[in-house]
């Protein structure tokens, strides 16, 4: 059997990520193998890494060309541009993606574009489509500065929400307001959006007092979205307030269930479009050839920047 190099776990290099040769991917029926061109980072796959046992493989977006199609017949075909999604191991020079998890790319959208839509455009999609219409309610997106609440930020506002961001650093605000944000909260505190709700819906990534204190600020019958604790997973609240304000209610999303009710193809395709007529715009920080995983995965986590990482496949 041929190898490929992909990224995967080695404990013993700095950063515990490095490229490796590898077996060539074996697909199943419904499988068509990718020629990836371009890859995302998400800190969530990048956190696993930091534990994770020697030679696992992380990578959940990534970007290509279909280099073998389907045997069973779903699915693009041979030399059409994609986008897709892997539970794990996307970054290798070839992988085997299901065709419910593969879109077809508009001509005019790039692979590094693409390769930031499968995580964090997805999640933000579907996150928003627990609150039903929009059209003219408040939205409060936390951690808004993400990758996340960028395209958040962007699909709410497209969607007619009167759209809050709440971020921790000053010097994210113009950002967040080119995204499409209509009002900023800034700090550790979410207490003054108070001033812009009550919410109809709140996407809730940081947890700790934020999320207690947003568990305060819905309207009746609405809901918070969480989908990360990255300030903290211990929660105070006032509970009364809470079930005194009526039908509120507090989701855990896992976009890996999500994609057990629709297909990632679905979304994707959605995204994908929305990139192509201009109405969605993937904020790209940082692009580097994806030798420089290890460096570029410790940016992420230290939060170097705002936005989106994306790295080139290279031969």
Same mark, same amino acid.
């Given at each position: 059997m041929?190898?490929?190099?992909?990224?995967?776990?080695?404990?013993?290099?700095?950063g515990?990520?490095a490229?490796?040769?590898?077996?060539?991917?074996?697909?199943?029926?419904?499988?068509?193998?990718?020629?990836?061109?371009?890859?995302?980072?998400?800190?969530?796959?990048?956190?696993?890494? *930091?534990?994770?046992? +020697? !030679?696992?493989?992380? &990578?959940?977006? =990534?970007?290509?060309? /279909?280099?073998?199609?389907? $045997?069973? %017949?779903?699915?693009?075909?041979?030399?059409?541009?994609?986008?897709?999604?892997?539970?794990?191991?996307?970054?290798?020079?070839?992988?085997?993606?299901?065709?419910?998890?593969?879109?077809?790319?508009?001509?005019?959208?790039?692979?590094?574009?693409?390769?930031?839509?499968?995580?964090?455009?997805? *999640?933000?999609?579907? +996150? !928003?489509?627990?609150? &039903?219409?929009? =059209?003219?309610?408040? /939205?409060?997106?936390?951690? $808004?500065? %993400?990758?996340?609440?960028?395209?958040?930020?962007?699909?709410?506002?497209?969607?007619?929400?009167?759209?809050?961001?709440?971020?921790?650093?000053?010097?994210?605000?113009?950002?967040?307001?080119?995204?499409?944000?209509?009002?900023?909260?800034?700090?550790?505190?979410?207490?003054?959006?108070s001033?812009?709700?009550?919410?109809? !819906?709140?996407?809730e990534?940081?947890?700790?007092?934020?999320?207690?204190?947003?568990?305060?600020?819905?309207?009746?019958?609405?809901?918070?979205?969480l989908?990360?604790?990255?300030?903290?997973?211990?929660?105070?609240?006032?509970?009364?307030?809470?079930?005194?304000?009526?039908?509120?209610?507090?989701?855990?999303?896992?976009?890996?269930?999500?994609?057990?009710?629709?297909?990632?193809?679905?979304?994707?395709?959605?995204?994908?479009? !929305?990139?192509?007529?201009?109405?969605?715009?993937?904020?790209?920080?940082?692009?580097?050839?994806?030798?420089?995983?290890?460096?570029?995965?410790?940016?992420?986590?230290?939060r170097?920047?705002?936005?989106?990482?994306?790295?080139?496949?290279?031969?």
């Amino acid at each position: 059997m041929s190898n490929i190099r992909a990224v995967v776990v080695d404990p013993n290099v700095s950063g515990r990520l490095a490229l490796r040769e590898v077996d060539a991917p074996t697909p199943a029926a419904n499988e068509a193998v990718i020629r990836v061109a371009a890859i995302s980072l998400n800190r969530g796959e990048i956190r696993r890494s *930091t534990t994770a046992e +020697a !030679l696992w493989r992380p &990578g959940w977006d =990534l970007a290509g060309t /279909v280099e073998t199609p389907a $045997a069973d %017949g779903s699915g693009p075909a041979q030399g059409t541009r994609v986008v897709g999604f892997l539970r794990s191991g996307a970054w290798g020079e070839l992988v085997s993606v299901p065709t419910h998890s593969l879109a077809e790319l508009p001509p005019s959208v790039s692979f590094a574009q693409a390769a930031t839509l499968p995580v964090a455009g997805l *999640t933000a999609y579907h +996150a !928003l489509l627990k609150g &039903g219409s929009l =059209l003219g309610r408040p /939205v409060l997106i936390t951690g $808004a500065s %993400g990758g996340v609440g960028n395209f958040a930020i962007q699909l709410a506002r497209l969607s007619g929400a009167q759209v809050v961001a709440h971020i921790r650093r000053p010097e994210y605000e113009a950002f967040v307001k080119d995204a499409g944000a209509r009002s900023v909260v800034i700090g550790e505190d979410v207490s003054a959006a108070s001033e812009y709700g009550p919410y109809h !819906l709140i996407l809730e990534s940081v947890g700790g007092n934020v999320l207690g204190t947003a568990l305060g600020l819905l309207a009746p019958d609405g809901a918070i979205i969480l989908f990360g604790t990255s300030g903290g997973n211990e929660v105070t609240f006032n509970a009364q307030r809470f079930y005194g304000t009526g039908g509120a209610s507090l989701y855990g999303f896992i976009l890996f269930h999500e994609l057990q009710r629709e297909s990632a193809a679905v979304g994707l395709k959605r995204l994908a479009n !929305l990139v192509q007529s201009g109405q969605l715009r993937p904020h790209i920080d940082l692009e580097a050839d994806w030798t420089q995983i290890a460096e570029v995965a410790q940016k992420l986590l230290d939060r170097g920047f705002p936005g989106k990482a994306v790295l080139h496949v290279t031969n």
